[in-house]
């Protein structure tokens, strides 16, 4: 059984840095997509974050693109975003997405992330 744990988050100043990682087991972890969401109370999980398998394609959302960054290390099993200048309204749970089909998709389970002075 496939699974995906995330970790790294905390309490950071606006202005400081996070870097999430997580680690993939019990599955081809290199022929998957990786992505990272996050949610706030009340709202939709969104997208924040996307790489492809070989690591070439990479989409961010607007609110992020410039001040976050993906990346992954097959060997590793792990997917990492790297998150700089955050904000209060980057306060979420963050979670990260292996998928490759619409069957075949893992969750990790959160880890929250509060920017706060």
């Known amino acids: 059984q496939g699974q995906l744990v995330a970790f790294g988050g905390g309490l950071v100043q606006p202005g400081g840095s996070l870097r999430l990682s997580c680690v993939g087991s019990?599955?081809?972890?290199?022929?998957?997509?990786l992505s990272w969401y996050r949610q706030t109370d009340g709202k939709d999980r969104g997208m924040v974050a996307a790489?492809?398998?070989?690591?070439?394609?990479?989409n961010y959302a607007d609110s992020v693109n410039g001040r976050f960054t993906i990346s992954r290390d097959n060997a590793q099993n792990t997917v990492f975003l790297q998150m700089n200048s955050l904000q209060a309204d980057d306060t979420a749970v963050y979670y990260c997405?292996?998928?490759?089909?619409?069957?075949?998709?893992?969750w990790g389970q959160g880890t929250q992330v509060t920017v706060s002075s």
């Open positions: 019990g599955f081809n972890f290199s022929r998957y997509g």
């Open positions: 790489i492809d398998p070989t690591g070439q394609i990479i």
């Open positions: 997405k292996a998928w490759i089909s619409p069957a075949d998709v893992y």
